[in-house]
């Protein structure tokens, strides 16, 4: 059984840090492409930060400098670091692991980003 499970967020002030993880099991990370999404209240899920199978990084411009995406092969894990947070990135993040024939997403964390 594939198990994708999220944990690290939490209440932020604007300016602060957060670390996401996402630890898999049933699956080996780096034979997928691998992201973190997001999805706000009212609004529709979008793709924050992706990494392919060989290590090629994108992410949406609105994170660019500050967000930094990693995976970690021996622990079988990807982070998302998350700096300068503002306001606008308040929402569950997902992570996300998929192959041409496979889609998997993981349960959720919340962040919320206020003062």
């Known amino acids: 059984q594939v198990q994708l499970v999220e944990s690290g967020g939490g209440l932020v002030q604007p300016g602060g840090s957060l670390r996401l993880s996402c630890a898999a099991s049933?699956?080996?990370?780096?034979?997928?492409?691998t992201g973190w999404y997001r999805q706000a209240p009212g609004k529709q899920r979008e793709l924050v930060a992706i990494?392919?199978?060989?290590?090629?990084?994108n992410y949406v411009d609105s994170v660019k400098g500050r967000f930094t995406i990693s995976r970690d092969n021996a622990k079988n894990t990807v982070y998302l670091q998350m700096n300068s947070l503002k306001l606008e990135d308040t929402a569950v993040y997902y992570c996300?692991?998929?192959?041409?024939?496979?889609?998997?997403w993981g349960q959720g964390t919340q962040v919320t980003v206020s003062s």
């Open positions: 049933g699956i080996i990370f780096s034979d997928y492409v």
């Open positions: 996300n692991a998929a192959t041409a024939a496979y889609n998997y």
């Open positions: 990494i392919t199978r060989f290590g090629s990084i």
